[in-house]
């Protein structure tokens, strides 16, 4: 396996360690879907995307919008390790004045490109993003991360539906498939399979990959760049809890609240303790 | 000079394709329904700045959120109905909550539409939009205040309502001698016995409620407050002060609209007897658009009388005080 792919891997497990580290200090949290997310958070910013931390408004940066808000835990710890702002930070979440809000806020944390929770409406808020590059001859490309139960909101398919109409190949939109929703599993909730077909019907582009296989997900996103004249949705099928044995592929662990004997062993088991130690010593000088 | 159409949509039409010329950046979105808020003619003049969303207003809500963000000045329009209600909560969170810059621009208010029913005759958009932080609501009451205040929207940073509606309307203001400035009431007409407080079609129905409470010897002030939010609370104050007593009127539920904010005024800082004409809480119906009007209770007879009633309740409480 060549390094860099090694290098994301230890990468994601960290991020890992840091999302659940700010959601067990903020006494409550989406774990579930911020550990099933962290192969596609992890190859976005550590190989896709064309963005300066130093300049979170930088015109040109490449803009990613978490539709399924909920699982902004690992994608604040993407922000945090690449120096958007310090890892310390991660553990005022979801608190009282913190820049991290429980669901994305753009106005307040550096970084975060759309303001997002309520599900359904990113994926539209990232077709205006890509449609705007379009009309405004940009070359940033638009990355729109969305949860599976998420596909049962109607306004995913408003949105699939006016991608395709305006060819936005400058937007990829990720289904995070772990198959779970708060309620239960999507079969039972709410079918929302065949999904690639539904996608391709809707005029896209679909690439279907293992979500938690970097090297996988790095071969879909140069597939959607090489891909013209139609968006690209990469339906990428993820275990919800991914990394943590009692919380893979388990419902419960949607929103519940982590114990310190959960946090424990979560922190055993993805092997924590080394990587805040460096961490803390990195941010500290 | 152009010719003057008497309506509040095309007026927004036109004001649209002025602003276009001379701000690039401006782009409307629109939900089918072109034909009615009139951006047609901004998809004439600048077909590659107009973008269809289809019959999707909850899309066309989020697409204009990430144009925003692109630096773009998106003008969203639809019918009330469908602007404030169908897609608010992409409204809200979407462009209000993170104070993105875009205007939704919304036609065919309350139920002077008449024909096509209660389905369509917005009565509690006002009150909606209102109660969200971070938006500004507009409701022009004339052509002249429609073709100013369109550019001041273009030209304002952060997510703004507008209100207009379907029928053609009288030309009340003097391109000239109107100005406009947001938080602002406009007095339309001065008085001393009692103050009319009104917003869209309602104005010039205030104004013919004066003009008929002149001959009985009653001076009526009116106020347009086309600035719903901000609201101008010190002239509503001063009405109160002065006049003593306080009418509204809106094509719009009296619940939490235009009587609602001012009643809100009145009770905390100065609280004199208001009587609010509008729609009373109830759905309307079909029906020629004046007649619906008269039929739910919004006519300068009914504003008058609303007008004495104010005066007579306030003359009552100056005897028992």
Redesign the interface.
Known sequence: MNHHIQQLETIANELRCLALRAIYLAGSGHPGGSLSAAEIVTALYFSVLNVDPSRPDW?ERD?VVLSKGHGCPILYAALAKRGYFPIEELWTLRKLGSRLQGHP???KTPGI???T??L??????????????K??S?SYRVYAIMGCGEQQE??VW??A??AA??CLDNLVGIVDYNTLQIDGCNAEIMEIAPLTDKWRAFGWHVIQVDGHDIAALLDAFAGAKNTHGKPTAIIARTIKGKGVSFMEDQVKWHSSVVTKEHFEQAMAELGCDRIFDTELEATHG | MAERIPNNRVAYGKALVTVGETRPNVVVLEADLGKGTQTVLFRERFPERYFPVGIAEANMMGVAAGLATTGLVPFASTFCVFASMRAVEQFRNSIAYPRLNVKVVATNAGIEIGPDGATHQAIEDIAIMRAIPNVTVLVPSDPVMTMKLIPMVADSVGPVYVRIGRQDTPYIYDEDRLHLEFGKAVLAREGHDVTIIAIGNMVCRSLAAAELLEREGISARVLDMFSIKPLDTAAIVQAARETGCIVTAEDHNVLGGLGGAVAEVLSAEMPVPLVRVGVQDTFAESGDGEEVLRAYGLTAERIAAAARTAMARRNELKRIL
């Open positions: 015109p803009r806020d753009m106005r490109d759309a303001t929770g309520s359904g409406q990113g994926i539209s808020v990232a077709v205006g993003m890509a449609l705007g590059g009309f405004q940009k109607g306004q408003e949105a539906m006016s109409h305006y």
